[in-house]
């Protein structure tokens, strides 16, 4: 069994950052790839961004390209989303997934994650 906690989430200005993380535990972590999934008030859930095993690759939604950023430490089986210059439209649950193994699904897809954590909430004020 696997279980991811989110942690960071909080109030913070608009242009302001925070930093997630999301400690996993109960599986092979470094060979998993990670991600984080946001949820607004009204709105689907929806992709942030992913980060592979190794942390050599990462995608991230178009939204958040060029403020986010998403890494990993392996031996701490923790996975991290830096938000920088954040925007009131940031306001979210944000949601730690991991990547269904030996899958070969879009990383965009909620279907392509099977673990979730209980998700942390992020909001920007303005």
């Known amino acids: 069994q696997v279980q991811l906690v989110e942690s960071g989430g909080g109030l913070v200005q608009a242009g302001g950052s925070l930093r997630l993380s999301c400690a996993a535990s109960?599986?092979?972590?470094?060979?998993?790839?990670m991600g984080w999934f946001r949820q607004a008030p009204g709105k689907d859930r929806e992709f942030v961004a992913a980060?592979?095993?190794?942390?050599?690759?990462?995608n991230y939604a178009e939204s958040v390209k060029g403020r986010f950023t998403i890494s990993r430490d392996n031996a701490k089986n923790t996975v991290y989303l830096q938000m920088n210059s954040l925007k009131s439209e940031d306001t979210s649950v944000y949601y730690c997934?991991?990547?269904?193994?030996?899958?070969?699904?879009?990383?965009?897809?909620?279907?392509?994650?099977?673990?979730w954590g209980q998700g942390t909430q992020v909001t920007v004020s303005s």
């Open positions: 980060i592979s095993g190794r942390g050599d690759k990462t």
């Open positions: 997934v991991r990547y269904r193994e030996n899958y070969s699904g879009s990383l965009y897809l909620r279907e392509s994650y099977d673990y």
């Open positions: 109960g599986g092979t972590f470094s060979s998993s790839v």
